[in-house]
């Protein structure tokens, strides 16, 4: 028996048909169906079924084969919401968007799987194109596809990821899925946001491992500061790389990025368990870093009136707390940082259990100095260990340049510096810390403008102070410059000081002691021969700072303090600089050699 039937339905009560068909919530509204069905042996027939609730519209059309799995079945779909927002109340569904839906879809089971092709789906401004095959209905994990998708804007980014700012336009996917056996090939996939597009081409297998080649490009990096956390220029980008791997381990290979004129090629290994493990490699002919670095200027927080001590007592970070491990390997022929740039750079960093190092480390200056050192902090013991080592022989001091400066016009000299601590916080390392500097200047120029970011309120007053004049040159002339400091167990004795330019000669010596943080560093100032600056031009000749880290203070004592032939002398109340060191270098004609000679002198004595 082969029925043909046509039919009819239509009804405004269907919450009240629920309890007829077992079937609670069922919608309200106007709904109609009507249609004709036919059979023929084991093929059913469906003629445009059409089914309506209020002005929400569906049409099924097709065949449907009653064996071999429904194979040979054929079926047209064509669905019409003017609005989902309402659609959606109907079925207690408030929050989808009032947009109109309009979806064409054909289907036909072969085999185990299924054939799908959705010709036209429109959400408002959302398009929609689909078609492909899945292998096993039963196991729906391969799938053949090719699918085209647009939205309007970038809005359903934020769904996923509402803290991230994207750059605007719209936004299309497209591209195919081809499964073979366990295998799916991803082939020609492209997402496009505005001018930006990301392509990607590769494997995905059933077991969860992957192989990507996925490259990335666009007009103006400063779109995506939000994602990669710092300010890389807005300029445009390139970047490419294969990735392949698992859940447990990924590998990120034959890394090529070009951001503006900067390039870097590089090698990642992640290894991903308890404790995230990232190892690679970078090397970079010309890196630019100069916007990395770039902040909104805020306000400084407002000192805290209730501490005391500069180096409290917050433990030193413990590397096992972080829950990730790195060790990379950098180069680069030349490092832009702006007004400078350095050459050679070549470092490797460490972030493992217990550890932190940054060994070797070196780069040429500007000016082909070679600058060197490393930095360990150890944490294995029980109390964290440090060691900073830093070298540099005839180099140029970066912080003193002013953009456009000639480099040829600034100092050069020697600096290094070697310190070891330990303790389990910062205050502990402090009062540990043992090691020596020192640092030696030539003739240059210095633009104080470069200098302003070191200056606080406070050393903007003492510079004030020790500097008798009222306006400030856009360069300064150094005749030369000597520091020397030795730090035993916290206690840093700064002797001396020299500072030697073309208006001023000023010798400082004094002590920083890091276990209680209390200062006591004396300055003395001489005016040069020859400029037409008489001795009371120098109300302060000498000036002493104490009181602490945290709470610095400048001492004068103008009533006691008389000048004798530039040299300031003590009268009473405040100590001063031994007049024999007064005399030494501010009555010499080369104080800064003097000053050499006499640390020299003071190491080979073992003192």
């Not at 456009?404 to 389990?424: K, R, V």
Request: with cysteine.
């Amino acid at each position: 028996y082969d029925p043909d039937l046509e039919f009819a339905f239509s009804s405004t009560e269907m919450p009240r048909l629920a309890s007829l068909v077992d079937q609670p919530g069922l919608p309200g509204g106007f709904f109609n169906l009507k249609g004709r069905i036919n059979k023929t042996g084991s093929e059913i027939q469906l003629n445009d079924i059409e089914m309506s609730l209020d002005d929400h519209r569906a049409v099924i059309g097709g065949r449907v084969v009653l064996e071999r799995n429904f194979g040979g079945s054929d079926l047209d779909i064509h669905l019409e919401i003017p609005d989902l927002a309402a659609f959606g109340g109907l079925f207690g569904r408030p929050n989808l968007p009032a947009e109109a839906l309009v979806l064409n879809m054909r289907l036909q089971p072969e085999g185990e799987g299924l054939a799908f092709q959705v010709t036209k789906t429109e959400v408002g401004d959302i398009r929609l194109s689909l078609d492909g095959k899945i292998a096993d209905i039963k196991n729906p994990i391969g799938v053949d596809a090719n699918f085209d998708i647009h939205f309007p804007n970038e809005e359903i980014l934020y769904l996923a990821t509402p803290k991230l700012k994207y750059p605007s336009g719209p936004l299309s996917i497209r591209g195919s899925l081809v499964h073979d056996s366990d295998i799916t090939s991803v082939r020609e996939v492209r997402a496009t946001l505005g001018e930006n597009a990301v392509d990607v081409d590769g494997t995905v297998s059933q077991r969860g491992e992957f192989e990507l080649d996925v490259a990335a490009r666009g007009p103006d990096a400063a779109e995506w500061e939000s994602l990669i956390g710092t300010h890389p220029g807005n300029v445009p980008f390139d970047v490419a790389a294969k990735v392949k791997g698992n859940a447990k381990r990924i590998e990120i290979n034959d890394v090529s990025a070009v951001v503006g004129k900067s390039e870097a090629l590089g090698n990642f290994t992640v290894e991903l368990s308890d404790i995230t493990r990232v190892t690679g490699d970078v090397r970079s002919k010309y890196l630019n870093v100069a916007t990395w670095t770039e902040t909104d200027e805020d306000e400084p927080p407002a000192p805290d009136p209730n501490q005391r001590y500069k180096f409290d007592d917050a433990p030193v970070m413990q590397i096992t707390d972080l829950g990730v491990e790195i060790e990379l390997d950098f180069e680069a022929d030349v490092l832009d940082l702006g007004e400078s740039y350095i050459d050679e750079l070549d470092m490797n960093f460490q972030l493992r259990d217990n550890l932190i190092q940054v060994k070797p480390f070196s780069f040429r200056d500007m000016r082909g100095a070679l600058l060197s050192g490393g930095l360990t902090l150890d944490s294995h013991g029980a109390r964290p260990q440090l060691n900073v080592d830093f070298l540099a022989e005839d180099f140029h001091p970066l912080i003193g340049a002013k953009e456009g400066q000639d480099p040829a016009t600034l100092p050069s000299g020697d600096f290094m510096i070697s310190l070891s601590s330990f303790g389990q916080t910062k205050r502990e390392m402090a009062s540990n810390l043992d090691g020596v500097m020192r640092m030696q200047l030539g003739p240059g120029k210095l633009a104080p403008s470069a200098y302003g970011f070191l200056m606080t309120d406070f050393l903007g007053q003492l510079f004030d102070t020790l500097n008798p004049f009222t306006e400030t040159p856009e360069y300064s002339q150094l005749d030369c410059a000597v520091v020397a400091a030795d730090i035993e167990s916290g206690l840093a004795t700064i002797a001396p000081i020299i500072l030697h330019t073309e208006q001023l000669t000023i010798v400082s010596e004094g002590t920083i002691d890091l276990n209680t943080e209390k200062l006591d560093i004396s300055f003395n100032t001489k005016q040069r021969k020859g400029l037409g600056i008489s001795a009371s031009d120098l109300v302060n000749p000498f000036i002493k700072v104490g009181g602490t880290l945290v709470s610095p203070t400048i001492i004068l004592d103008a009533k006691s303090t008389v000048v004798k032939g530039g040299i300031a002398v003590a009268t009473m109340g405040i100590s001063i600089l031994a007049n024999s060191l007064a005399e030494r270098y501010l009555s010499s004609k080369d104080p800064c050699g003097d000053a050499i000679r006499a640390v020299d002198k003071r190491e080979a004595e073992g003192r």
